[in-house]
């Protein structure tokens, strides 16, 4: 007996036409990116209106000189946020960011003061001692296979130990290197203090931005955080392009240990934990998924500026020092939540 012929249903449309073939490829990744400019939009706006109830509430928080604190308060947080952005486009995490910058400063100490190194040997070095510990993040990461999460917080309480026991619980002053200080305190516009560190940020965004837009390792770094297995199938070695982004972060650490140590003319063994935190924070309030596959540098920079001028603003009203610590936890969750809404629409 002959089975009777089926006839499939007619599809709605036939994706083969022009107009709906430009439409399936065109219309995901432009209203994607409108999305993305619609959040950094409204980032920016969140940070416009802060700043005008800031202004409001007090005469002394828009002047000159506070707008240069806060540029300066936002430059050692927002660099370290620069490499973070890589990090967590990739779907990864890094909780060492905050005592990784601690250790680079208490080793610019010791290669400075106790080593008697020249200023830009110490300096280089340093950088590059931040890059180390993004390396061992990496390898840990991607060839132990230990999750980012665990494999940088054990790295975060290294780092807060190895600060004390290099520098023997005591601070590092940089008494005979007085050209360390200008790297983040120079003026370097005269008659407005302007100082080199916020320079140095400024130049740190435009290459985190080219690093991420322009070329093939923000290519992947997308690719990676999007779908790690597609990526790793498609011929990318994954494991060596995930050290390589963590190694870069390490440098933005390394990059931050120096300007932190210079703006406070030592290097102090204690602090860095919830750095990170602040960090991440400002990744994410700029519009970057925890989840990988998705953010920018741009609206980084506005996450950063965001906590700086809420940290700012609150001390210019007299709030306590718990109760900021309460706003910024607040602000994280915050960011952490909407993240979270962004991904279930999308």
Known sequence: MTSPT???????????????????????????????????????????????????????????????????????????ALGTTFVIITGGIDLSIGTGMVLSGVMAGVFLTYLGWPLWAGVLATILFGGLIGLINGVNISVLGIPP???????????????LVISGTKPIYFKDHPDFQSIMNLSIIPGIRFPLGVAIFIVMIVV??????????????????SN???????????????????????????????????RLSSAQPTGGMGLELEAIAAV?????SLQGGKGSIVGTVIGALIMAVLTNGLRIISVPQEWQSVAVGVVILVAVYLDMLRRRRA
């Not at 994607?32 to 940070?47: E, T, Y």
């Open 6 to 80: 089926v006839t499939p249903p007619k599809p709605d449309r036939d994706p083969s036409t022009t107009a709906f073939a430009a439409i399936d490829k065109g219309a995901t990744p432009r209203f994607a990116r409108i999305r993305g400019s619609l959040q950094q939009l409204l980032a920016f706006a969140s940070l416009i209106l802060i700043v005008l109830v800031f202004s409001l509430a007090s005469p002394h928080f828009f002047t000159t000189n506070n707008l240069v604190s806060i540029l300066t308060a936002a430059t050692v947080t927002g660099i370290l």
């Open 149 to 163: 999460f665990i494999a940088t917080l054990g790295m975060m309480l290294i780092a807060a130990g190895l600060s």
């Open 208 to 225: 985190a931005a080219v690093l991420l837009s322009k070329t093939i390792l923000g290519r992947y770094t997308f690719s990676i955080g």
């Open 284 to 288: 994410v309030i700029g519009g970057t």
């Open 228 to 262: 790690e297995a597609a990526t790793a199938l498609s011929g990318v070695n994954v494991r060596r392009w995930k050290i390589i982004i963590y190694t870069l972060a390490g440098l933005f650490v390394g990059l931050a240990g120096v300007l932190s140590a210079s």
